[in-house]
């Protein structure tokens, strides 16, 4: 297992991504995550290295501040939430544009375009929200961020190998369990993973159709309940 890359679902569109000496945090809404908290999930038992930001919304906002005022972790954010997390007094903030990677210690992020919107629980602009491309151990995953679906999703697929793509299936705020599957279609990994569902009553959705769809497109789906893990390998 020591060459293996750990993705673990912490509920919502929460992870945790660990390799080596890395441990990867995305958008880390635990306090007040049903899901996260029915998995007796909490934020300060994280020690992440960093910490990556899709977008300002409090579902995804979440604990940042705490956690990394805590750990020391970087965190990698768009421009304007980079802006907003360093003049609440974060020094660790690495700032990217849509379309724009940058290389860290453990491998590299890029964001990518995602549909939708962006501001801060206080109301502060937050720019444009974003999807991440991480590679790290030799691998790409793909985190969508909140989006609708989009033919941008294509070129992903056309240009980079992405080995596991994370879609929000909940409807009403992104994309539904339809619209996921042609974006795992899309975006072409070889496993997919649901996310952002079944954590409010208007984001109900069922894993096992997204399971389903998946696999009759010939690839893998990974349904994590919040708090489990699985492994791929690393290379
Ligand atoms: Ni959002
Ligand atoms: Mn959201």
Known sequence: MSNDIRLTF?????FTIEYGEWSLLIDPFITGNPSAESASIKSDTLNPTHIILTHGHGDHLGDTMEIARRTGAEVIATFECA???????LESVA???IGGGRNFSFGRVKFTIAHHSSSAPDGTYMGNPAGALIDIGGKTIYHAGDTALTLDMKLLGEMYDVHVAIFPIGDNYTMDVRDAI??????????????????FPVIQADPEEFRAGVEGLGKKAETPAPGESFFISAE
């Open 83 to 89: 802006n907003y997390l360093k003049a609440n007094g």
């Open 10 to 14: 912490l509920g919502h569109s929460a």
């Open 182 to 199: 042609k974006a795992v279609e899309f975006v072409d990994s070889a496993v997919a993973v649901p996310m952002h569902y079944n954590t």
């Open 95 to 97: 700032d990217l544009g």
